[in-house]
């Protein structure tokens, strides 16, 4: 059930703990003079310490940087970085999957920050990007969530994503990808179904929501959270005056088919979706694997499919990593997608979701170092 923007929840401010010059407190006034929010970065790493040593000395240069740090560390590589303006917590959890691993870092924010930016180890963001996120959060009591505009790391001039977007049947694809930059520069905030790369969260619709709920996959986690979280009456919009960038991934066709979430999203909000098609898509990826590789894809393809319906997750099994991954495109991909998100249930239709479930709760995890 929506509620009115004004309710109290969705504007609550807490205090932040004393953060050095440039953290910021609970609130701090930014170069205009206008008071701005606090928030915290989290991180969720695993086993590429160096991008998350490269975000967090971008984040230095950013007109609002983060008043905290928690990074949640899945393979035990990553170490804070010692002198950081801004106080570092390194928290242990071995690879406990996406959606819990962020659950733990937005919790350590807890009455301490009003927002929480949830980021991927490798993005990187434009210096005043973070400030114009808070700022719309700040403006805008209703919105939930608040996603910059992302471009192809490996393309600057390419679009990678300017939001999420969800079809009937579940499919998940992202808004202008492959356009040009420069179309989308400047343009009003504009909502979208989940976002990709970095959010800026509203803490308390994270706690009315419940959090990130499983399956464990980056991609599917937002999408789960966004719906929910629209159920309760949150927006989530995207600003293109805040720009980052995001590598675009290619994923091993046995975790695609796995843990991908089109599978067992669709299965969660069957009330909502029809079933993912995924033996439609299993074809055009084996299509467009090497001619050598085809019958490998395949192989791989059902294995992935026979462990996700029986809910292994964890680590792939020997041999998969050697395994075709999912990328290029198929002649007839482009008149398979049309048809397959030719009836966009986000924007603009809303969903009726019946079938949120409570996050399954974790061990208490250890802080294994604290700067």
């Known amino acids: 059930m929506s509620r ?139 919105v939930g969530a608040a996603a910059p505009l992302l471009v192809d790391a490996f393309t600057p001039d390419s679009l990678f994503s300017a939001g999420g977007l969800l079809s009937r049947n579940g499919r998940m694809t992202h808004e202008g990808s492959g356009q040009q930059v420069g179309e989308w520069r400047g343009r009003p905030a504009r909502p979208a179904a989940w976002a990709d790369g970095a959010c800026l969260l509203r803490i308390a619709a994270v706690e009315e929501v419940g959090g990130f709920a499983r399956p464990s996959s980056s991609s599917s986690k937002m999408v789960d959270f966004a719906l929910r979280m629209r159920q309760h009456g949150w927006g989530l919009l995207v600003s293109p005056l805040a720009v980052g960038s995001q590598s675009p991934g290619r994923y091993l066709l046995y975790l695609k088919y796995r843990s991908s979430s089109s599978i067992f999203f669709a299965r969660k909000h069957s009330a909502s979706l029809r079933a993912w098609p995924w033996w439609i898509l299993a074809v055009l990826d084996v299509l467009r694997s090497p001619r050598g590789r085809r019958a490998s894809a395949l192989r791989w393809i059902a294995r992935g499919i026979r462990d996700g319906y029986g809910g292994r997750m964890g680590e792939p099994p020997f041999g998969a990593l050697d395994s075709p991954t999912s990328c290029g495109q198929h002649p007839a991909e482009r008149w398979v997608r049309a048809r397959l998100h030719g009836d966009r249930i986000h924007p603009p239709r809303t969903v009726d979701l019946r079938t949120a479930e409570e996050i399954t709760p974790v061990p208490a995890p250890r802080i294994r170092s604290r700067h």
């Open 4 to 142: 009115p923007p004004t309710t109290p929840a969705a504007v609550t401010r807490a205090p932040a703990p004393a953060a050095s010059p440039g953290a910021g407190g609970a609130a701090e006034h930014s170069g205009a003079g206008v008071e701005v929010s606090s928030y915290g970065l989290v991180v969720v790493h695993h086993r590429d310490p160096g991008s998350v040593d490269r975000l967090l000395e971008e984040c230095r240069g950013w007109t609002r940087p983060p008043a905290e740090v928690s990074v949640v560390d899945n393979s035990g590589e990553f170490h804070a970085p010692p002198g950081y303006p801004c106080p570092v917590s390194v928290i242990d959890l071995p690879n406990p999957g996406y959606g819990v691993a962020a659950n733990v870092g937005v919790r350590r924010l807890l009455r301490r920050h009003p927002y929480a930016m949830i980021t991927t180890q490798d993005f990187c963001g434009e210096a005043n990007g973070a400030e114009q996120l808070v700022r719309m959060l700040d403006a805008s009591p209703e």
